[in-house]
């Protein structure tokens, strides 16, 4: 199963596009597919004691535990992914562990294109995940309305689809 962590609250949140690209790609390669969307799926402020036991903690956990991949899409917000998957992180931890991980940014212009570093190097030393060396990184001007309108970036997204099946398929064997 590969799962995709969409990130964003925002109800027309760019990142999400970019998730539903990948879940297509992935459902037409006949890839089982799961998305956990932080918008419908309400996590607690991690606390460091009871928001644990939370159940959509303990769902997001398992999937995570379970995932062959993990995508993740989000905004990035002054430069950074934003709080709502670095909560989530926090809250999953240890599921993480050992993880192939496939990260596509929506940002509001150029200048943030290194904003998935912090939370790589997180998911890298703290949980040795893989992460796919290959990103998504977009910017408002490749979207129309709800659409991916940008030929280079759909090209990207195929990219990191096939990179990141290729190293979760070599992994499995």
């Known amino acids: 199963m590969h799962l995709i962590i969409s990130s964003s609250l925002h109800p027309t949140s760019r990142s999400r596009i970019l998730a539903r690209e990948v879940c297509a790609r992935l459902e037409s390669q006949g890839r089982e597919v799961t998305v956990f969307d932080l918008s419908e799926r309400v996590l607690p402020p991690c606390d460091g004691?009871?928001?644990?036991?939370?159940?959509?903690?303990?769902?997001?956990?398992?999937?995570?535990?379970?995932?062959?991949?993990?995508?993740?899409?989000?905004?990035?917000?002054?430069?950074?992914?934003?709080?709502?998957?670095?909560?989530?992180?926090?809250?999953t931890g240890k599921a993480w562990t050992g993880k192939v991980v496939a990260l596509m940014l929506a940002a509001g212009g150029q200048g943030s294109y290194m904003s998935a570093m912090g939370l790589a190097n997180s998911l890298m030393l703290d949980f040795r995940c893989l992460i796919v060396p290959r990103f998504v990184y977009s910017t408002g001007e490749n979207f129309e309305g709800d659409q991916l309108a940008d030929e280079d970036i759909a090209e990207r997204v195929d990219q990191l689809v096939n990179e990141t099946l290729r190293i979760a398929d070599a992994l499995a064997m």
């Open 49 to 91: 004691a009871t928001a644990y036991g939370d159940s959509e903690v303990l769902t997001l956990s398992g999937l995570i535990r379970e995932a062959d991949s993990i995508f993740v899409a989000s905004p990035v917000y002054n430069y950074d992914v934003n709080a709502a998957i670095k909560n989530a992180v926090e809250l």
